[in-house]
């Protein structure tokens, strides 16, 4: 029997799960038992109820236009709770799709708007509706690196997106990109860091190549939930984050 418990939504896990993104779960269970953790897992999708209170950790995957048009109506329903369990400082780990979809809107490949909550503050715009003279029309696809600004960390990752997107003001960057294109192959951004939500283009599964975002988003979700708990490393971490 593992010390902590944790409970994950993995929100719409059967309509957004592109190349593998279910593997920063996989890496998510992995860190978190040398952390003396387990994980329960439960995917949150259509017509199901989000209770934020009933939730300790999240993941968004990413996917194709057709199924974030899907999610893109029943998640306005999930509103308020994401939005609570954001504020709350839980942590969240937004993939491509997911990401796009916790912003304002998304326009597809086709020009259609698809609203997303809005509870972050970016947008994001379709390849061919925002083409500066530098950018041939195609999606944005290959690796990428970015190293994020405070802390020096290096990410590691695959992009594939059609989107272009752009940070709100209370949004930082995940990192600033060193190979790739990032949010919008503009102004040198990769991904976003609201609080404790993190998002990113990452594919791969991100968590799986930087572990030390894992281990850091299992240690907020900890200290939020096991107020009183000593979560050093005599407590059976055997890393302590530096990120
Ligand atoms: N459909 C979105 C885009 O093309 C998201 C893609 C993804 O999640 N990989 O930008």
């Known amino acids: 029997m593992a010390k902590y418990h944790l409970h994950l939504a993995h929100l719409y896990g059967d309509l957004l799960n592109t190349y593998g993104d279910i593997g920063n779960i996989i890496a998510l269970k992995y860190y978190a038992k040398q952390m003396d953790t387990d994980i329960q897992v439960d995917v949150v999708s259509i017509e199901d109820d989000f209770d934020p209170d009933q939730f300790d950790i999240a993941f968004f995957g990413g996917g194709q236009d057709y199924e974030q048009m899907v999610v893109s109506k029943d998640i306005q329903t999930k509103k308020d709770g994401i939005k609570k369990f954001i504020e709350d400082g839980k942590p969240m780990l937004a993939i ?3 990401y796009q979809l916790l912003g304002k809107y998304y326009v597809g490949a086709d020009g259609e708007k698809i609203p997303g909550i809005g509870v972050l503050d970016h947008y994001t715009l379709t390849q061919s509706e925002h083409r500066s003279a530098q950018q041939n029309q195609s999606r944005f696809i290959g690796d990428v690196e970015i190293q994020n600004e405070d802390t020096g960390a290096k990410f590691h990752g695959f992009e594939n997106h059609n989107g272009r997107t752009f940070l ?5 960057p995940l990192g600033h990109v060193l190979a790739g294109h990032g949010n919008n192959g ?6 976003a860091i609201y609080l404790h939500t993190y998002c990113s283009y990452f594919h791969g599964p991100i968590l799986t190549r930087n572990g030390e975002l894992a281990k850091q988003m299992l240690l907020e979700a900890l200290s939020i939930k096991y107020p009183d708990a000593d979560l050093t490393p005599q407590e059976g971490l055997i890393v302590q984050p530096t990120f």
């Open 168 to 172: 709100g003001e209370n949004e930082r």
């Open 96 to 98: 491509c799709g997911g």
């Open 186 to 191: 503009e102004d040198g951004t990769e991904g």
